[in-house]
């Protein structure tokens, strides 16, 4: 045979053979917990949005807000709020490492909303700041 062809179909082989090894791979985004903090270590959570602050804190019979009023927090906004945010897992991809990647995508004190979660003894272990709620993407980032 030509070696122009035998040359050509090695290619092609080569070709072929990578088409089926990365085919198989699997492509998906590698997601991970946002919050380090076990559910059963948190003593408080604060939520603030440029508009308003809340506190809700475990009590012996369920959570409740401290801040701005006593109030026993809604069960199910609760629950759904561990599910989704505190135990919910999100791809950590970075978007942009732009200078201004944080006021352009929202991520800043004046426009995010911010989740501070406190260990039982009161330290503060995670502060993250979200942007772009209620959309397809949702933009976050870590206090700092």
């Known amino acids: 045979m030509n070696r122009r062809i035998l040359i050509s179909l090695a290619v092609f082989a080569v070709l072929i053979l990578a088409f089926f ?3 198989n791979q699997d492509a998906r985004e590698k997601t991970s917990p946002i919050f ?6 948190i003593g408080k959570i604060r939520i603030l949005s440029p508009n308003d602050t809340i506190m809700i804190e475990p009590k012996e019979n369920g959570w409740w807000l401290s801040e701005p009023v006593s109030w026993a927090a809604d069960t199910s906004q609760v629950n759904n709020f561990f599910k989704d945010v505190i135990k919910g897992n999100y791809p950590k991809t970075a978007m942009t490492t732009s200078k201004d990647a944080v006021t352009r995508y929202g991520l800043d004190g004046s426009k995010g ?11 503060k272990q995670d502060h993250v ?3 772009n709620n209620g959309n397809v993407y949702d933009y976050l980032r870590y206090e700092g």
């Open 113 to 123: 909303l911010q989740v501070i979660l406190y260990d039982k003894k009161g330290k």
């Open 129 to 131: 700041y979200f942007s």
């Open 21 to 23: 090894v990365l085919r």
């Open 36 to 41: 380090g903090l076990d559910s059963l270590a």
